[in-house]
């Protein structure tokens, strides 16, 4: 580095916002997640042997992903590379894995590639880095706020270790602002910063957990605060909040407007109000939430309130999800606007829903109960001795393919947990149940013949 680059590298430090500025260079520094970066987990011996493992990180916003996988990186004598999925296509891709393998032959160097926001990667880009995280050429670590399982494909998946990153505790992030008042290097140590107690629990508790949301607000609020007659800076809870308010104030796909936008779209469909549910889709889209997350959701909607009621549901919702999967955004609004609309205004029955949820409840107390004998599949002589399949009766050799049978372990005989409703589809459910099984849908004293 000439002296002018190193200049300029610390000018660019100093404008830099704080959360930047005090962003760990060391372990030692590094806050939270001991789970994974305590001094004996797994991940900490492997690091102290010179290897580090292919790894997804996935956790909230400023919980320490982008800090962790830049320290990774620091222990190892590998070259990091680091790229952001919002703005990097194949061929960009195409290049770091082409550098990669000349680093590796010419001199020896693995790469480790950071890969920001990773679920933001489609497919392809996806398939474009598997050979090589395949065959050692590099060492992958992504970061995502999603659900991998969801976002990233399989085979990458498969040869990945993921790392659930957990907000950070409340003495945690009182520990990253105590850290920042202090620190006369990077933080702001030097300019004689009063907080009061109360204005510290506000940056605390109203930062959810996100380190880099309370050193924004804690920045804010200094930048904001006159100065006292003594020439150091007070901060009080009033100052601190109305900090605070302006950093939450915007949509954050992890934060309260999240859920309680979502909580609005769900419940207007669930109401069968489409035009409330249309308009919270268009909340969440213009805000720039996950489509993939809204999907998601819809498919949820659609078996658990419309379920037997309308069957078709579930088929549109998961086609929803897979247009929008493929076509992306902005088209990916038309689809999802359809499913919105259709599960709306379809007639609704929560029945299969919550005859899981009693079955369920049943299963975790009775998960010791054997299955009936006449439901056991005899494979041998020896299990049809012992009664394995005795008296089971085959519904096709009964006129209208139907015959009344005890299919529950004996504690559970008159157990009901499918109770269709009057509703769609499900009133035709419910007169062929009542056709077969009576019009208290009894079961059969005996198989006895």
């Known amino acids: 580095m000439t002296l002018f680059e190193h200049e300029a590298a610390q000018k660019k430090e100093k404008l830099a916002p704080l959360a930047a500025r005090m962003r760990p260079r060391t372990f030692d520094e590094y806050v939270g997640q001991s789970h994974i970066v305590g001094p004996n987990t797994a991940l900490r011996r492997a690091l102290n042997a010179g290897y580090v493992p292919s790894m997804i990180l996935w956790g909230p916003p400023g919980t320490g992903k982008t800090t962790l996988a830049i320290l990774l990186a620091s222990m190892t004598s590998s070259y990091f590379e680091r790229i952001s999925a919002v703005g990097s296509g194949v061929a960009d891709l195409r290049r770091v894995m082409s550098d990669a393998s000349d680093r590796l032959g010419m001199h020896g160097q693995r790469t480790i590639l950071f890969v920001d926001e990773i679920h933001r990667f489609n497919k392809a880009q996806q398939d474009v880095i598997l050979p090589q995280v395949e065959d050692g050429t590099i060492v992958l670590i992504g970061a995502t706020t999603e659900n991998p399982s969801f976002e990233v494909v399989s085979p990458l998946l498969s040869r ?14 009182q520990q990253v602002v105590e850290a920042a008042l202090s620190d006369t290097e990077k933080g702001m140590g030097t300019l004689d910063v009063s907080l009061d107690e109360d204005a510290l629990d506000i940056l605390v508790n109203l930062s959810n957990g996100d380190a880099r949301t309370a050193l924004n607000g804690l920045e804010l609020a200094v930048l904001s605060s006159p100065m006292s007659a003594t020439g150091g800076l007070v901060i009080d809870r009033e100052t601190a909040r109305e900090a605070m308010q302006k950093r939450v104030a915007r949509y954050d796909k992890s934060g309260d407007q999240h859920y309680d936008t979502i909580s609005a779209f769900i419940k207007s469909v669930r109401s069968s109000d489409p035009n409330a549910a249309v308009y919270w889709l268009a909340r969440m889209i213009e805000a720039g939430e996950d489509p993939l997350f809204i999907a998601r ?117 008159d157990r009901k947990y499918y109770e269709p409703t009057d509703q769609g589809y499900e009133a035709e459910i419910a007169k062929r149940m009542s056709r077969w099984w009576g019009g208290s849908e009894s079961r059969p004293e005996s198989d006895e013949e």
């Open 160 to 173: 990945s270790t993921v790392y659930a990153l957990n907000p950070l505790e409340p003495k945690e992030v």
């Open 297 to 413: 959701r819809i498919v949820v909607l659609a078996a658990e309130d419309i379920g037997m009621a309308d069957p078709q549901a579930l088929t549109v919702a998961v086609a929803a999800q897979q247009a929008v999967h493929f076509i992306g955004m902005p088209e990916g609004r038309i689809p999802l606007a359809e499913a919105t609309v259709y599960l709306a205004t379809a007639p609704k029955s929560n029945a299969a829903y919550m005859a899981i949820g009693g079955a369920l409840d049943d299963a975790r107390e009775t998960r010791n109960e054997p299955v009936p004998l006449h439901l056991r599949n005899a494979v041998t002589g020896m299990m049809r001795d012992m009664g394995y399949g005795k008296d089971y009766k085959y519904t096709h050799d009964y006129e209208g393919h139907f015959t009344p049978t005890d299919n529950l372990p004996d504690n559970l005989k």
